[in-house]
């Protein structure tokens, strides 16, 4: 069972439970991108069956017709085993997803495989249009990446970083990680590159929108992405004023370590589930 206060970020325990909850966002407006959840396995038979839940997870995505794509964590697919491996894995998902012309994202875990996720990005984007990467405005290293990625014309989700990192590796003060993360929309803005800008944070939307109307081209190449079971009111006021919203619905049965990201983010969350251990 779902723990009940899981309930409340993950989408569900199997696919049709999370594409219902796809059917009720979109009904607000809002897009998805799909999450199994799982990360940093270590056999191959786990990624066997992560390969297979993200095909059977396309074959649905497509029959049902529903405005989604897929989001996917490299560690999932073997990156603790071999990077070859890895890729291998990842070019079967994206295979099919191109059949079906479904987007892919590859999300960036901690600082440990920034560089190897961009390599396996980098080496299959060309082949595959059709995916993109993300890159956490708190990393130092993140504003060389940027400009790597605008050059190759990248669709690239910038978000703050989830991870707990050490100051030699990432920023810490938060008016400082806004201003690098809006350094790097900037940026990519500025090279015509598609920009999802993950963030639940009404400073980064507010100045993004502020933006936006200044520079009308920018809307066509932007999103505003949040996670599922944040600030859904916001989300549904972006849509309706015509911006395009996407929510990150992860499912699955692995929401641990997922989960357990949501609760260091805010201290706000952690009292949601102290109010329901304790109305248990
Ligand atoms: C779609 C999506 C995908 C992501 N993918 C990745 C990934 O691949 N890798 C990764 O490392 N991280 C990822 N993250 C997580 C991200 O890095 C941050 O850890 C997380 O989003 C928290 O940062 P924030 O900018 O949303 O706001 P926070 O830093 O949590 O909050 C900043 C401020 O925002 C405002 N705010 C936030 N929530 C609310 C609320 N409910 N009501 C009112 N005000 C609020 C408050 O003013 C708050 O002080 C993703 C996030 C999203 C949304």
Not at 65 to 79: D, E, N, P, R
Not at 86 to 100: F, V
Request: net charge positive; glycine share 4%; aromatic share 12%.
């Amino acid at each position: 069972m779902l723990n009940f206060v899981a309930k409340r970020f993950v989408a569900g325990q199997n696919a049709d439970q999370a594409l219902h909850n796809v059917n009720l966002l979109y009904q607000d407006g809002i897009v998805s991108t799909l999450d199994v959840l799982g990360e940093n396995v270590s056999s191959k038979a786990d990624v066997e069956s992560t390969v297979s839940e993200y095909h059977k997870l396309l074959d649905k995505i497509f029959q049902a017709k529903v405005s989604a794509g897929i989001s996917i964590k490299l560690t999932q697919l073997g990156l603790d085993i071999e990077m070859a491996y890895c890729k291998q894995a990842l070019r079967r998902i994206l295979e099919k997803a191109s059949q079906y012309n479904i987007f892919v994202r590859i999300d960036m875990e901690s600082s440990f495989y920034t560089q190897k996720t961009l390599d396996i990005f980098l080496s299959l984007q060309e082949e595959f249009p059709r995916m993109g990467i993300v890159i956490q405005a708190y990393l130092h290293r993140s504003k060389e990446d940027i400009k790597l990625l605008a050059d190759r014309k990248a669709s690239v989700r910038v978000c703050k970083g989830a991870y707990d990192e050490k100051e030699s590796i990432a920023l810490k003060n938060m008016d400082e990680i806004r201003t690098q993360y809006q350094w790097m929309v900037q940026t990519l803005w500025s090279a015509g590159c598609k920009v999802a800008l993950a963030t639940h944070d009404d400073l980064l939307i507010n100045w993004a929108v502020e933006k936006i109307s200044t520079k009308p081209e920018y809307q066509s190449i932007s999103e505003f992405q949040m996670l599922y079971g944040l600030r859904r009111q916001k989300a549904k006021e972006l849509a309706s004023q015509g911006y395009r919203v996407r929510a990150y619905v992860p499912y699955g049965k692995v929401w641990f370590p997922y989960f357990y990201r949501r609760l260091r983010e805010r201290k706000e969350n952690l009292w949601f589930v102290l109010r329901g251990i304790l109305n248990d």
